[in-house]
């Protein structure tokens, strides 16, 4: 007899387990004072209203779906309006009034909170309204939470920028425990003559910062700036930051210095484009020494092996030229000449 009782209230516990069943009854029989209520179930001609167990928990801008039941006693059988109030503000509810028909077990209704709700714990009054008789109600749990977010950083100090040269900058965020988004930055406000490489960075979810390049033009305006970076996710609000910068003029040296790293690139471009041609003539090169036999095979894998010596000296005096001072490029620029000059004569 011990096993049979405890096992029904097992079974009691858990069809319960979802539901609250607290609350007040309603209906036509709840309104005697005399009215005796059974020990399990609804008395004759009232209902009772369920509500979920646990909180339901929303963030700023987000909807969910939430569901009231409905146990009725013996002759209940009528429709059942739903009224909440009590709600915080700022968080809605739809539909507005929602019915639990005569032959439904629930009513389902959408939350939504919009992004000025309140974070908080609330409790919502939830009303059952019968065609007749008096009305049940119950407590719906409420937790609202700000959305996850994050945060946008920038150099403390004003960055320096000069005319004529490049800067490079660190724009660095500050995620919330679930924020994982990838985030694509922008730049407004930037002085005349000044842009920014990439023109629209974007900081993966898992880093922690984008590094931009600022290139400020020979005759950029001068003065102290603010450039707005707007952080934009895949979905929710932008975040923005102010960015400091200074721009100033150059003095004679460093303008003669900033025309030398022109003139070097410019130089180190068109040299890279040969490279790229006498590379070409390389593996064509490789190729006819594979396919060759007896003593041409021998002169042309010697010939291969001489022009990969060659062509490894002028890609390093390359390399060096690219790092030189402004003041030191002339003289690399001889040997990177004499070095190249020396590479083509394997091909002719």
């Not at 931009?212 to 707007?230: E, H, M, N, P, R």
Request: glycine content about 8%; aromatic content about 4%.
């Amino acid at each position: 007899m011990k096993r049979t009782i405890g096992g029904l209230l097992v079974v009691a516990l858990v069809a319960f387990a979802g539901c609250s069943n607290s609350g007040t009854p309603g209906g036509p029989g709840a309104t005697g004072k005399d009215a005796k209520k059974p020990l399990y179930g609804e008395a004759d001609n009232t209902f009772h209203l369920s509500v979920p167990s646990r909180s339901t928990t929303l963030q700023s801008g987000e909807a969910k779906e939430v569901t009231i039941g409905i146990k009725r006693g013996k002759n209940l059988d009528e429709d059942v309006t739903l009224t909440l109030t009590d709600v915080p503000a700022g968080v809605t509810f739809d539909p507005a009034s929602p019915v639990i028909k005569r032959g439904d077990t629930e009513a389902t209704f959408t939350f939504k909170a919009g992004d000025e709700a309140p974070a908080g714990d609330f409790t919502v009054k939830v009303t059952g309204h019968p065609t007749k008789g008096a009305d049940a109600t119950n407590e719906l749990k409420l937790t609202v939470s700000h959305k996850d977010t994050f945060h946008l950083s920038a150099p403390l100090l004003s960055t320096t920028l000069k005319q004529g040269a490049t800067t490079e900058a660190s724009i660095g965020i500050k995620r919330d425990k679930n924020f994982e988004q990838d985030v694509t930055l922008a730049f407004t406000g930037l002085p005349t003559g000044v842009t920014v490489e990439p023109a629209s960075p974007v900081i993966k979810q898992a880093d922690t910062e984008a590094k931009v390049t600022l290139k400020v033009a020979a005759d950029a305006s001068v003065g102290d700036f603010t450039i707005k970076v707007t952080g934009h996710p895949a979905k929710g609000a932008d975040a923005s930051h102010d960015l400091k910068v200074t721009v100033a003029k150059q003095t004679a040296e460093e303008i003669e210095a900033s025309a030398a790293r022109a003139k070097r690139d410019e130089y180190a471009r068109e040299m890279h484009k040969q490279l790229d041609a006498l590379d070409a003539k390389y593996e064509d090169l490789k190729g006819r020494a594979d396919k060759a036999e007896g003593q041409a095979k021998k002169d042309l894998d010697k010939q291969v092996v001489d022009a990969k010596v060659k062509r490894d000296a002028a890609a390093s005096k390359l390399d060096e030229l690219k790092k030189a001072e402004p003041g030191r490029w002339e003289k690399i620029k001889g040997e990177v000449g004499s070095a190249f000059a020396d590479l083509k004569k394997m091909f002719k």
